[in-house]
């Protein structure tokens, strides 16, 4: 079957950084994509791995290891309002978008 | 610039009732259309996506239907709501010739109670 693996829950530090990781299982692979959701609200596009590597979009960063199956989204100097859930889902061979449940992050002052 | 409006925003309806939620896309043509339902706890799980009007596919066998009767309208419906249907629906499009290719735009997002 497929399957996307993130953690449910992260707790971090305002100013501090932090990295939400993916992992995936799915019947090819045709890009990768996090977003964000703040609670009540619908998701919003981050950023989007089709090749592997490093795709740096000012604070956040997404990193992709197609090898491995791989993906994170690193957050840097973290503000209070980057509190929100983060979504990683992977398109697979037959152009369907498979989801993760998301990762609650928690920003602490 | 292209905008998505869905709605009702919040609704609580009775078992059996029936159901519309509406979307609509300004500012593009021939969009991929696409229904979600978001359960605590789940991922994304789509239901139906739309490639032109009149063309629907359904993802998942369910109670729940849609129609696409114009280019940037997109109706999610149901006869006869269940328990099992209370949750958050979404609205997206997305550019493109490929579903799920390309970023996905969302609306705002309507929640359903069902008692």
């Known amino acids: 079957g497929q399957n996307i693996d993130q953690p449910t829950e992260m707790t971090a530090t305002e100013g501090a950084i932090v990295q939400i990781n993916c992992t995936y299982q799915t019947s090819g692979f045709n890009g990768l994509f996090w977003y964000q959701q703040h609670a009540g609200e619908a998701p919003t596009f981050l950023s989007y791995?089709?090749l592997d590597g490093l795709e740096e979009k000012g604070r956040f960063s997404s990193f992709l290891s197609r090898s491995k199956g791989y993906s994170y989204l690193l957050l840097k100097e973290l503000q209070m309002k980057d509190s929100a859930s983060y979504l990683c889902?992977?398109?697979?061979?037959?152009?369907?978008?498979?989801w993760g449940a998301g990762t609650k992050l928690i920003i602490k002052p | 610039s292209q905008t998505i409006h869905q709605w009702p925003a919040t609704l609580v309806q009775p078992v059996g009732s029936p159901l519309s939620l509406e979307c609509t896309v300004e500012g593009t043509s021939n969009p991929n259309l696409y229904w979600y339902r978001q359960a605590a706890g789940r991922g994304l799980q789509l239901l139906f996506y739309?490639?032109?009007?009149?063309?629907i596919s359904s993802e998942v066998p369910q109670n729940l239907s849609a129609s696409r009767p114009q280019d940037r309208q997109f109706i999610l419906s149901s006869k006869k709501l269940l328990l099992s249907d209370s949750g958050f629906y979404l609205c997206?499009?997305?550019?493109?010739?490929?579903?799920?290719?390309?970023?996905?735009?969302f609306g705002e997002g309507s929640r359903l109670t069902v008692l």
């Open positions: 889902a992977v398109t697979d061979s037959n152009y369907q978008l498979i």
């Open positions: 791995n089709v």
């Open positions: 739309s490639v032109g009007i009149g063309q």
């Open positions: 997206a499009w997305s550019a493109g010739a490929d579903p799920s290719t390309g970023e996905l735009f």
